[in-house]
């Protein structure tokens, strides 16, 4: 019988005091929103249901006379600091990203359908003969302390994440692509061969191969300037802590920044070197928000736009007549992930060890993705605001989402069957499986903190893992705060068996740079012949014929789901709250609202309380 909101509720309270109980009792509760978190703008599409584009407008009008400049105030929801990292090449989580893309260094602008075009900064020509692609700037864009962007600041970005000392996550597969990246990363080349300044204004890029993937950012193409009159100078391995990065980055965007309150705030100011022209907003103020206070902030008319809002909070402002609230299918997809392997930070490599893992029985895997109860959480916590993911490709990407991917549905007696069928029994009769040895199974599970629903989401998930036998337990037995949960992800620490993440792809769906073998976004660990292929392929030179790549896309998509290193969990709506002072402002993604920052405007002096 399918469970109503208020028996789920009851049963998950029953299981928070099981967990208080077994933690001793003493500690403030903790939250997490594995949903919301996203290292790789990677980002990283998620509609939330067959005919979710209707469920939401993606622009609002506001008619009114326009006030004179303003400050937009803006708040991200978040229950811990953020990061601060200021630069495209080292940055590491969503947050960091959504705050950088009031200043943006972008080079491209793409069109509805994220190819590409050459409204930007920069254009893009692509040999494919030649396996070379062209990107030349403007010759008119100054950054934001006047200095002019040169073709050197569009090659700095490669210099860096190529280097021996780079500390970021984006020397990849992808990356690697480039010719002399290889050779200059292990210090046997001063520089990248493959890049070749042609004049003042353009660079020539040299690549082993292409795809299609180049005309969406990928291939190894680099899509950010970096500002090497300011930063060239400081040594790569000192750069992520430089004032040049926390501080006081120039920037090409609308705005530059004013003011940083480390992990609180950033407020932003209109710049007036701006290529685009002069923003008629005076500034922006972007402020961290706890997610326990967003809904009263909002109803009182604290903020204008509200960036990462958890659709768990949707009741509590859904009546609100001071705001219009907007949505769109997200470039998203929330995963459970388990390790099977480690990242040899030597050899650059992913090292799988199946035999090795306590993860490495593949039924197990598949088993506790069928224990998982997700479609009632998506229901009941968020409101149908997300739903059950079938593959790690989200249909917005509709030319290789596969739709007819089974995934891992709701199905206990299914699990429970694959469980016994590989040797996990209850020995001891006290209600929890024993491994194929017989000796006891604890898996620990990493998940991270965020609003207090998730406190009870996560509690729910490990009853269902009980339920069929499986002893799950929480990691340093509580959630983990945002960012040391990242680290230790990364570092593949000892105490997490399975974790919780998710990803925003991008504008480009390809799995390269999260997938591959030499990528250190593959948390997993979990590489094999057939999974490099299948990732080659879709960004293969034969993948200009768009059939071949879908079918290539498909392979990967149902290896993915055969073998069970990632489990797909929810795709997601993205929604963003407005209020009624903001005028003429987009949130589709054929007109994003990043490339009209400085045509912003307010129709009043504060924003409208509810």
Known sequence: MKKTKWSLVALLLSVLLVLAACSGGDEEPTTEEPEETSTEDTTDGEPAGEDSGSLFEVAVTNEGEAIEGGTLQVAMVKDEPFQGIFNWELYEDGYDADLMEWMTNSLFEVDENFMITDEGIATLEVDQENNKATVKIREDVKWSDGEPLTIEDVILPYHIIGHKDY?????????????????????????????????????EISFKQLSPSIFYGGDGLWTYAAPAHQIADIPVGELVESDAVRKNPVSLGAFKIDKIVPGESVSFVKNENYWKGVPKLDGVVVKVV??????????????????????TKMPEIENLENISILGRPELYYSYLGFKLGKFDTVENKVVTDME???MGNQQLRQA???????????????????????????PVFEAFYDEELAGYTYDPEKAMALLDEAGYEDVDGDGF??????????????????????????????????????????????LIEFNAFYDMVEADDPEIDIYMGAWGTGTNPSPSGLYGEADPFNYSRYT??????????????????????????????????????IIPMQFRYEIMPVNKRVKNFSFDYADEYTSHLHELELVAEEPVAN
């Not at 990246?181 to 300044?197: D, P």
């Not at 224990?371 to 790690?392: K, T």
């Open 356 to 358: 090795g893992s306590k």
């Open 528 to 565: 094999s012949e057939e999974l490099e292929t299948t990732v080659r392929a879709i960004d293969s030179p034969e993948a200009f014929d768009t059939e071949y790549r879908a079918d290539q896309f498909k392979a990967f998509q149902q290896h993915i789901e055969e073998v069970a290193n």
């Open 167 to 203: 500390t970021g996550v984006r020397y990849d597969t992808a990356f690697q692509n480039i010719i002399g990246a290889e050779e200059y990363h292990a210090g046997t080349a001063e520089t990248i061969s493959g890049l070749k300044q042609i004049d003042d204004y353009t660079l």
């Open 433 to 478: 499986r024993e491994d194929p040895n017989g000796e006891p199974l604890e898996i620990k599970l990493a998940s991270m903190s965020s609003d207090a629903t998730q406190e009870e989401i996560i509690a729910f998930y490990l009853q269902n893992w009980a339920d069929v036998g499986l002893n799950v337990t929480l990691t340093t037995g509580r």
């Open 368 to 394: 506790m993705g069928y224990a998982l109860d997700i479609e009632q959480v998506s229901e009941v916590f968020y409101n149908n605001l997300r739903e059950r993911a079938n593959s790690l490709i989200p």
């Open 290 to 311: 706890p997610s326990s206070s967003i809904s009263v902030a909002i109803e009182s008319g604290d903020y204008d736009i509200v960036q990462s809002f958890n659709a």
